[in-house]
């Protein structure tokens, strides 16, 4: 019956000294301390064997994957002690028996085993969450959605906290603590809170429907209503959006999941449209120039879409000056590439005019009745000037975008 309740062999150590084992001091006998010591030199001893053999043990799992997700042999080395010294205490906790300590004594050592055991498996869960991170980091770079990348710290985060909340409540059961009534006080103040911080639950809940939405990604110009400017971040109460002056504001999640938001970097083509007003002291033929010449500048430019619709056309005449319509798609992909090729046309708008001797409408000048005939330029070779002003255009475009 001794040996079924004492498995580990406590007559043993009873029996080391025999005599004066019995001896007590401070509430132990000197057999207990013995033991006590031998406990402590085991631990130090298996850490030591354990703690090597998990660690060449992980470099063989991890193979192969270890300069993949930049795991450090450090880190690598922290979790093998971390699982070590968990497998310890739990050791610990068995063999504890064996020492046939006071009840109280016993009692508090196996709390405290326990204790330290839940703190370190809520380290080495943390731990392990990092290389599923890094692992999830690895997969979303492969993809060209940049908002994974942004929904991995918030994961990583909200793991944690969960390992963090579940960890200190095993705690307080091992100290005896009413969890239940302890929850359910919680769950009313919570409740208070929650009515008191109504609009951070919103911005809470906000977040979660970007994250299913995703009506836009790290990186995206965006429009909103009281805000402009290019994602940076996408957090759990707010989105943080850098402007063009390169200020930085946060928005909170629940207005922008309740707002339109219109993405300007999810258009896969961009559109350029300019209604341009010249003189109407301008001639038929200068026009009909001027129309066909804005076509050739479309065909001409490197980033026009050729399958889409495109035009150059007059479309009204005003008393203070004729008005032509130019439209066209443009293949870019950043809106910085966009004001790029835009600028491009509305320099080289500026240089047919010129070239044309055709002057923009001025909206300011007075309507003149019985308007004096234009100005007659037919000695001009503007045939010679368009041409000369092609082949340039066309060379700096193809040098310019070149790929």
Not at 129 to 154: C, H, W
Request: glycine fraction near 6%; charge should be positive.
């Amino acid at each position: 019956m001794y040996k079924e309740a004492f498995p580990y062999g406590t007559d043993r150590l009873v029996n080391l000294l025999p005599k004066t084992g019995q001896k007590r001091f401070l509430g132990l006998a000197l057999w207990q301390y013995l033991g006590i010591i031998i406990l402590f030199g085991l631990a130090i001893v298996l850490h030591f064997i354990l703690s090597r053999l998990i660690k060449s043990l992980e470099g063989f799992i991890l193979k192969g994957w270890i300069k993949k997700l930049n795991i450090s042999k450090e880190y690598l080395w922290r979790i093998a002690k971390i699982l070590s010294l968990l497998l310890i205490f739990k050791l610990m906790a068995n063999l504890l028996p064996v020492l046939q300590l006071p009840a109280n004594y016993s009692s508090f050592g196996i709390k405290i085993l326990s204790i330290v055991s839940i703190g370190l498996f809520a380290l080495l869960a943390i731990r392990l969450v990092q290389i599923f991170v890094a692992y999830g980091k690895s997969l979303a770079l492969q993809t060209s959605n940049r908002m994974d990348e942004q929904l991995l710290p918030i994961i990583d985060r909200f793991v944690k906290i969960v390992i963090v909340i579940f960890s200190i409540v095993q705690i307080l059961r091992i100290l005896d603590v009413n969890v239940t009534a302890l929850i359910a006080g919680i769950s009313i103040g919570g409740l208070a809170l929650a009515l008191a911080a109504q609009d951070t639950v919103k911005n809470l809940i906000g977040s979660v429907l970007i994250f299913i939405d995703r009506p836009f990604q790290i990186g995206d110009y965006v429009v909103g209503s009281d805000y402009e400017g290019t994602i940076e971040e996408v957090g759990f109460r707010s989105t943080r959006i850098r402007t063009s002056d390169t200020s930085l504001v946060s928005v909170p999640n629940g207005n922008i999941s309740n707002t339109a938001v219109k993405n300007l970097g999810a258009r896969y083509l961009r559109l350029f449209s300019k209604t341009i007003a010249i003189a109407n002291t301008t001639n038929s033929k200068r026009i009909e120039m001027l129309t066909e010449s804005l076509m050739r500048l479309i065909r001409l430019h490197p980033k026009s879409r050729e399958d889409m619709t495109h035009y150059a056309h007059l479309v009204s005449i005003e008393q203070s000056g004729v008005l032509l319509k130019m439209q066209t798609f443009i293949n870019v992909d950043s809106f910085a590439t966009e004001l790029k090729v835009k600028e491009d046309f509305l320099i080289n708008i500026t240089k047919l005019c010129e070239e044309l001797d055709i002057s923009y409408a001025n909206p300011n000048a007075p309507v003149v009745v019985n308007n004096p005939p234009p100005l007659r330029l037919e000695n001009i070779d503007y045939d010679k000037r368009l041409y000369d002003f092609f082949q340039a255009y066309q060379n700096q475009m193809e040098e310019k975008y070149k790929e």
